[in-house]
């Protein structure tokens, strides 16, 4: 009886689909130095024109005591001086903490936060990565919304990020 009713349900919300997705995958290499930390990740969107901002998501250490991971938060420069400083982390949705060396993704449909807001145009998706006692990097993917095809995106790293990929479905 269950499998029926899953079945059931996942022919209707195929078949009723409207929603355009954005995967994006990031891949955090494995770095040979003597003091390694997890790099602090922010990830957002913004007009190709570099206007209005959409968060995504930030990866810090939200565990460490008394939130003293948000200390860090202004290594990201470029998330800190367009947005960052103006939120209070954690922010539920948005800020997670920090991945392992790996592949790592992301999936965000047009139906729900926080893209749901996207008006159809030109973008960029950015992905700005900071260590301590490391690099800092920021990659830039652009893009159109909504897809009116599938379409890919790809940007390499060249030390804190290794491929970092945007997959558009409409």
């Known amino acids: 009886m269950r499998l029926l009713i899953s079945a059931a349900l996942t022919t209707l919300a195929a078949g009723s689909s409207l929603a355009s997705e954005a995967t994006i995958s990031i891949d955090i290499p494995q770095l040979s130095v003597v003091e390694y930390h997890k790099p602090y990740v922010a990830m957002w969107v913004e007009k ?67 893209i749901d807001g996207l008006t159809p145009g030109s973008y960029q998706l950015v992905i700005e990565a900071a260590r301590e006692v490391g690099g800092r990097e920021l990659l830039k993917i652009p893009f159109e919304w909504p897809p009116k095809a599938p379409a890919n995106g790809e940007a390499k790293g060249e030390r804190e990020l290794g491929s970092v990929s945007l997959k558009l479905t409409p």
């Open 48 to 114: 190709a024109d570099g206007g209005k901002i959409t968060n995504l998501a930030v990866w810090y250490d939200v565990k460490h005591k008394d939130n003293e991971g948000t200390k860090w938060l202004k290594d990201l420069r470029q998330w800190w001086r367009r947005t960052g400083r103006e939120l209070t982390m954690p922010t539920d949705g948005l800020s997670s903490p920090t991945r392992a060396p790996g592949t790592h993704q992301i999936k965000f449909d047009s139906a729900s936060k926080p």
